[in-house]
Every structure is written in C-alpha cells, then in structure tokens.
C-alpha cells in the first residue's frame, strides 16, 4: 500500500459524496505535477495550456485536408466561411467538454455509464468505439500516403507502419503529460509552417480570400454537399470525450473561483489551438484553390483537380508550384497522421474505461484499435490502390457525421443541467445558442447521410429488387437512428453528480455548512491510465 500510494495522480476525481475546501482537490504533491496556483493572475494560463492543441489535432487530421483539398479545387474561395462558421461553433462545443470535466472531475463517458441504463449505455460504447476506428482510417492513409511521397514507399507497406510509428511515438508518455503535449503542439506548429509556406509557393489573391471568408456564398450544383461535408468533418465524436478527460491532467483549486478561471482559461487556450488549426485550413483550401485556378495548370493537372485526393495532391504541388512545395505537402500529412493517431489512442482509453469501467495500457490499447483501422485500409490499398484508399477516407467521415449526434447530446443535455453541474450549468442563453449549433449541426449530418443514400439507390446502378430491399432497410435504420437521437434528447438525466465545487466565493461560509475541508481522494483507474509521471526507483518497489 505504501509503494501504491507514493505514485502521483495526475488527475482530479470524486470517490463520493464530498465537498470541497478552497483548495487542490488530490493531496499528494509531486514537483512534475501540474499544479495551477491559489492565485488571481493571469500567468496562471500557461498551467492550462496543453489540452488545446491535442483537441485541435483532429481539426487538421488527413480527413480533413482531404475535404479541404476538394472545396479549393473545386469552389476556390467561396467556402471558406463554412470553416469560420464551423470553427466558432467548433470553439463553443469543445468549451462544454472542458467544462464538464472541470466541475464534475468526470468525463463524458463516465458520465453516460452512470446516467443511462445499460443497454443504452453499452450502445453509447459501441457507437464511439466504431468513431474511433473511423476516425483512425484517414490517420493509417494519410500516413501511408505521406511515407510514399517522402520515400517512395508502397502505400501498403505504410499502412502496416503506421502501427509502429504510433507504439513508438507513445513510448513518449513515459516522460510525462507536459512533454508530450509540447511535442503535440511542435507537430501542430510544423503543419502550419509547412502550409504557411505553401502559401507563399502558391501566392493566392489576398482580397479574394478575405472575400470567401467573409461573404457567404453557395454556388454550383455541388457546392452545398461540399460545405455540409466541411461542417461534418470539423467536429468529431471522440473529440468530446478526449477533451472532457484531458482537462482533469491539471490540479486546481476546488473554489468557486478556481473552478470558473479553470473554466474561462480552458476556453482561451482551446481557442488559441484552434485559431492555428483554422489557420491551416484555411492556407489549405487557398493554396488548392490558387494552384488549381492557375493560368499554368496543364490538361492532366485539371483533370486531377476534378477529384482532388491526398495522393493527387501531391503530384499536383509538384507540377505546378515544384519539388519542394510536393515535400513540405508530405511533412504536413506526416506530422498530422501521426499526431492523430496519438490522440485517437487516448481518447479509445477514455472511452473504454468511462463506459464499461475498463482499462487496458496504453500500447495494447493501440494496437487493438490499430489493428481494426489497418485491416480495411489494408485490403483497400491492396486492391483498390492509393484511388480505393482516397474513397475509404470519405467513408470513414459519413462514419463520424453518423456517430456525431451520440456524443454531443449527452454532452449538452449534462453541461445544461444543474443536477450535473450545479451553480456552473449553463445560462438559458448560453443553453439556447449550443442547442441551437447542436441541432443544426446534426440537421446537417442527417441531411449529408440521407442525400448520400437516397444518391445511392438512384445512382448505383442496382437492381430494382436490390435497390428495394436496400430502401427498406434504409428507411428502418433511419426511423432507428432518428429514435436514437429522440430518446437521448428527451430523457430526463436523473443521476445527480456529487462532486461540485463551493457555492460561496467565501470559504468560511462553507465550513460553516459543513461543505469545506475534506480533500477528494485519487481515483487510481485514471492516474494509472494516463501518461504517467516517470517514477523513482522507490517508488517502482
């Protein structure tokens, strides 16, 4: 028990039904902890940054790209307000999961294991486990198509090393959480320079870009699945519970006004990263739109801006802008892959030990959710080529606007409630615009997957019996999927959470109440979990 009690927790916790005294809510002190000070000052900023840039990894995975490469190609400018549109609400979602975790000491999925029966609860894990594994597809591809364009190495072949490439790249866990998120953020800070660069290879119109940023616009027949396919690829399931759980990686003051600085400088520092990732995709969707709309394009580059895909894209820099714009392309690609693949695998811990209170380590963990991801692009790359595994990543995005509504209901209908959150629940307003953004946002999603069908059964060249049965089973899974969301939606959250904060700015006033003064003990399923501290050999005895 004492050599168990020596290994510093990261994470805050509840174990029960326990209040708080105005200050850190684990005990232990360890100097490689994160510890955020009792202070009123702004430095205490730096203490949260590092979540931030692990969420905006999925904002700028090879999924993304690949959409972005399409809407530049095809639209130039004129749908880059969509991911302005899209990163604010972006921004405003990824807050609640900071806040969730924050106030509760739990995240998301933690919450739906004690909230929904275990049915629903079990579905719930099925459905993220599945957006996980689509989420990772692109991430195998991209890398794969990133090591073929640096070294000519086949695209199978890659896909089988990015399995490797990740087990190594999480051997950097062992040097702790701020380490990792530095190298995170190195990764993040390499994608923009190298597109930040490819800018100045491609010099697009300034006010033509400004234009499409700012001036709405849809036109052309295309134009309108285009945005719905940008909207539906910059917020991803396993986002939300990623960010939910990273948040706890901190050590904060369990006041009133520890919990609400906690709150505000999470929002700054999400919305710094995230300002960068948009940044990035917006010198991706300029530098395709300049490079395609180029008076120098020759026949065979045209064509291949028709159907702009990871791999083309590269061919296409290297045409028309040279050599070195197709190298930085590949960097890019390869520092997204493998960044995401990262933050894909913990937010698979997550999600595993939130909704069936199950934990594997970390390299078992990959290699499982690895192995689902690398078999069908495997099989693809195999037989379709780099065309088949390009059509595979567009896939795997209809997965994840299928998945989106599962995670980001339950997480509105908790930060909404004062049974969950207490004092620190949403406002009626600030409920009202993210149900809003919500709704919509799944309006779109359904609109994508419906219109995606309905273009199926009339354009896939079926037979009549076939494109029947396939309608009907179509119109079930629908009505299903439709009761789903409802079912989420208006079930009222029974569970009360019994960790909340003070409700007086005036620790006094709680000791008084017999609120105050008792410490909240390390939960061990999180603290071994996730990215250990590098122990003494003391404490390894």
């Known amino acids: 028990m004492a050599g168990s009690s020596s290994v510093q927790p990261q994470f805050i916790a509840s174990t029960g039904n326990r209040s708080f005294s105005n200050a850190p809510l684990i005990e232990n002190s360890d100097p490689e902890q994160i510890v955020v000070p009792d202070r009123k000052s702004w430095k205490n900023l730096f203490a949260y940054m590092g979540p931030g840039f692990l969420v905006s990894i999925a904002y700028i995975d090879p999924g993304n790209f690949e959409t972005d490469l399409q809407s530049g190609a095809q639209y130039k400018y004129e749908l880059l307000w969509i991911i302005l549109v899209a990163s604010c609400a972006a921004l405003i979602i990824q807050s609640l999961a900071a806040n969730l975790g924050v106030v509760t000491g739990k995240h998301l999925a933690e919450h739906c294991r004690n ?12 459905l993220a486990e599945i957006a996980i594994v689509a989420c990772d597809i692109p991430e195998v591809i991209g890398t794969a198509f990133a090591l073929n364009m ?25 040097y702790g959480v701020r380490k990792l998120e530095f190298f995170i953020a190195f990764l993040v800070c390499t994608i923009a320079g190298c597109f930040f660069a490819e800018l100045g290879y491609a010099k697009p119109d300034a006010k033509e870009v400004l234009k499409g940023l700012f001036v709405p616009q849809l036109k052309g027949n295309g134009a309108a699945g285009l945005a719905i396919s940008l909207l539906g690829a910059m917020v991803m399931p396993h986002n939300l519970f990623l960010h939910s759980a990273l948040v706890l990686s901190r050590k904060i003051p369990r006041s009133v006004h520890g919990i609400k600085e906690a ?59 040279g050599s070195w714009s197709s190298k930085l392309f590949a ?24 909704f069936l209170d199950l934990r594997l380590t ?40 299928f ?64 494109a029947i049965f396939l309608g009907i089973f179509g119109f079930l899974g629908m009505t299903l999927y439709l009761a789903g969301i409802a079912y989420l939606v208006f079930r009222k959250n029974k569970k009360a959470t019994h960790l909340v904060a003070l409700t007086s700015e005036n620790p006094q006033i709680a ?31």
């Not at 909230?115 to 099925?126: A, D, G, K, M, S």
């Not at 493998?338 to 997550?350: E, L, V």
């Not at 609120?515 to 404490?539: H, K, T, W, Y």
């Open 362 to 401: 970390p390299w078992l963990r990959n290699f499982l959710t690895r192995s689902l991801a690398i078999v069908p692009s495997l099989i693809v790359a195999i037989i379709g080529g780099s065309a088949g595994a390009g059509k595979l990543i567009i896939i795997a995005s209809m997965i994840l606007s």
């Open 115 to 126: 909230e929904y029966p275990r049915i629903p609860n079990f579905i719930l894990w099925v």
């Open 263 to 321: 709150c505000r400088f999470y929002m700054i520092e999400s919305g710094f990263a995230l300002v960068l990732a948009f940044l990035i995709n917006i010198s991706i969707i300029a530098v395709s739109g300049a490079v395609c709309n180029s008076q120098n394009i020759n026949a065979q580059d045209q064509e291949n801006c028709e159907d702009l895909d990871l791999n083309k894209a590269s061919f296409l820099l290297k045409n028309v802008l």
């Open 150 to 174: 640096l070294f000519k190495i086949p695209v199978w072949i890659g896909v089988l090393l990015t399995g490797l490439s990740t087990l190594v790249l999480l051997a950097l866990q062992q």
């Open 511 to 541: 000791n008084e109440s017999g609120n105050a003064g008792v410490f909240s003990l390390p939960r061990e399923d999180i603290a071994c979990m996730q990215l250990p501290q590098r122990r003494s050999n003391a404490n390894d005895l």
């Open 403 to 466: 998945e989106l509504p599962f995670a980001l209901v339950p997480l509105l209908k908790f930060t909404s409630s004062k049974t969950k959150m207490g004092i620190y629940a949403n406002s009626t307003t600030i409920s009202s615009i993210t149900w809003v953004i919500g709704f919509l946002i799944m309006a779109i999603n359904i609109y994508y997957l419906a219109s995606s069908f309905i273009k199926i059964l009339l354009h896939g060249h079926l037979k009549l019996v076939a």
């Open 331 to 354: 960097i890019a690609l390869l520092a997204s892959g493998q960044s995401s693949t990262i933050t894909g695998t913990y937010a698979g811990q997550y999600v595993m030990q939130g």
